[in-house]
C-alpha cells in the first residue's frame, strides 16, 4: 500500500518560514514525480509544486514561485517543501501525492497557518 505522511506545519508569522516533509512508504519512491498540493478552508485542492522523479526537474505555481522551493532525497524515501517569506493566503492544509494523484494515497494532510 503506497503510504505517503506529511509533517512539518504549524503556525507562523507573515515572512516566517517552515519546511515540509513528505515520508513514503510502501512503495519505491525513486520511480515516481511527487507533488505538493494544498486546499485553504473553502477551497478546492490545489497542485503548488512538484519535482520529477530523479529530482533533475522542479515546478512551482506561480503563486509561490521564487518563495517555495520542492526538493528529495530518495534514498530517505522523503520530498520537501522549503516555504519562505510566507503570506497569509499561503495558510491551507499541505499534502503530497503522486503525480497524477492517487486516490488512495491522499494523506491527513498538515496544516500550515500564517497569522500574527
Known amino acids: 500500500q503506497l503510504q505517503l505522511v506529511e509533517s512539518g506545519g504549524g503556525l507562523v508569522q507573515p515572512g516566517g518560514s517552515l519546511r515540509l516533509s513528505c515520508a513514503a512508504s510502501?512503495?519505491?519512491?525513486?520511480?515516481?514525480?511527487i507533488g505538493w498540493f494544498r486546499q485553504a478552508p473553502g477551497k478546492e485542492r490545489e497542485g503548488v509544486c512538484s519535482i520529477s522523479s530523479n529530482g533533475g526537474s522542479t515546478n512551482c505555481v506561480d503563486a509561490v514561485k521564487g518563495r517555495f522551493a520542492i526538493s528529495r532525497d530518495n534514498a530517505k524515501a522523503t520530498v520537501y517543501l522549503q516555504m519562505n517569506s510566507l503570506k497569509p493566503e499561503d495558510t491551507a492544509v499541505y499534502y503530497c501525492n503522486t503525480i497524477p494523484p492517487r486516490p488512495r494515497s491522499w494523506g491527513q494532510g498538515t496544516q500550515v497557518t500564517v497569522s500574527s
Open positions: 510502501g512503495f519505491t519512491l525513486d520511480y515516481y514525480e
